[in-house]
Nanobody, 119 residues
Framework: QVQLVESGGKLVQAGGSLRLSCAAS????????MGWFRQAPGKEREFVAT????????YYADNVKGRFTISRDNAKNTVYLQMNSLKPEDTAVYYC????????????WGQGTQVTVSS
């Protein structure tokens, strides 16, 4: 059973930095893509970034490109989202997700961690 546990969310001032962690367990993730998504109040969930675990290839949403960095630590089975130059519009619940490479959808989700950026 795949389990994803996010941590690291908190209140931070605009312009600050934060690193989110996603501890993954229950499987070997070399055949997975790991993603970060976020959902702000009253808005749809949106894609933030993804990393292909084995190759390390990364993709980002345009509105975070250059500010956020996704990475993974194979030894710790953990995915990170380093967020720099945070803006109030980055305020959201951030979710970690996992997708088997042959699947079209992310099938596993964490419980989410709240990030609040004050102006």
């Amino acid at each position: 059973q795949v389990q994803l546990v996010e941590s690291g969310g908190k209140l931070v001032q605009a312009g600050g930095s934060l690193r989110l962690s996603c501890a993954a367990s229950g499987h070997t993730f070399t055949s997975y893509a790991m993603g970060w998504f976020r959902q702000a109040p009253g808005k749809e969930r949106e894609f933030v970034a993804t990393i292909y675990w084995s190759a390390g290839t990364t993709y980002y949403a345009d509105n975070v490109k250059g500010r956020f960095t996704i990475s993974r630590d194979n030894a710790k089975n953990t995915v990170y989202l380093q967020m720099n130059s945070l803006k109030p519009e980055d305020t959201a619940v951030y979710y970690c997700a996992a997708r088997i490479l042959i699947a079209r959808e992310y099938g596993y989700w964490g419980q989410g961690t709240q990030v609040t950026v004050s102006s």
